[in-house]
């Protein structure tokens, strides 16, 4: 593993690390982690990094904006900058090494991700979203599960406007203007509408983000697998179950990456 001096279209440091591939090279793998963890994504996308790269996959790992070691501050963090720091990992991936490209993105990962999948088109090989947020509405404005219901409840939407932030598990905060962001944009839409092939993992007792839409978006969707992680919460709750996921993933860009 090595760092990559990276710096986003708009100006900010973006804390990169490299994971060179091991075997003969097959892709490139970018790694989009979730709201209020950073690169590492809680260990899992490390792990994952070097699974990939006993594989063949140079992968690369960043920190958001807000995020981790990268610059900028969390409440300055927006969706608009979020899609900025991912094309601009993007852009150098494809310049360090040519297509197939690949991008896993973890639970808020797949909002940049999946806006971005128009300005990509071809240049993007295929996806695989982590207990995707594909449902901006449902998961934030007007939640419908246990922690979207204690974060972004009246009480704590109040406080956004008399205290100009609302904070993520008292710990992240979200200003007013990421808030007003998730009323403008449709991740759902861009993701149904692409043809980028796609796996999902999601587990079927996510009390984070819905299972159901993550599930009925991939049935309907062209080119796109699903994986049930059975009893797993969001970010998959188990050293078992990441298992699973990481192997899951694994394997798909595995195959995808010999078939291309």
Do not use: C
């Amino acid at each position: 593993m090595r760092t990559l001096d990276v710096v986003s279209a708009d100006g900010v440091f973006l804390d990169t690390v490299l994971h060179p591939a091991k075997a003969d090279p097959v892709g490139t793998v970018v790694q989009a982690h979730g709201i209020t963890v950073d690169k590492d994504e809680g260990g899992m996308f490390v792990r994952l990094a070097e699974a990939l790269s006993d594989r063949g996959f140079d992968v690369i790992r960043f920190s958001y904006r807000g995020h981790g070691e990268s610059g900028g501050t969390p409440q300055g963090v927006t969706v608009t900058g979020e899609i900025i720091d991912l094309q601009s990992i993007i852009e150098l991936a494809l310049e360090r090494r040519p297509e197939p490209l690949s991008v896993v993105a973890a639970s808020f990962g797949a909002v940049s991700s999946s806006l971005l999948l128009p300005v990509l088109g071809d240049r993007i090989d295929s996806l695989v979203l982590w207990n995707p947020v594909l449902d901006l509405e449902h998961t934030f404005l007007n939640p419908d599960l246990p922690w979207g219901l204690e974060n972004f409840n009246p009480e704590q939407q109040r406080r956004l406007h008399t205290d100009g932030r609302l904070l993520i598990d008292d710990e992240f905060p979200i200003s007013p203007i990421m808030w007003r962001e998730f009323g403008l944009y449709d991740p759902l839409d861009t993701y149904m509408a692409s043809p980028v092939p796609s796996l999902v993992v999601h587990g079927d007792q996510d009390s984070y983000v819905s299972y159901d839409i993550a599930r009925t978006a991939a049935t309907s969707r062209s080119d796109t697998d699903f994986h049930t992680v059975r009893g797993s919460d969001h970010g998959f709750d188990s050293t078992e179950r990441e298992n699973e996921a990481i192997r899951v993933s694994a394997d798909w860009l595995e195959t995808r990456a010999k078939r291309v």
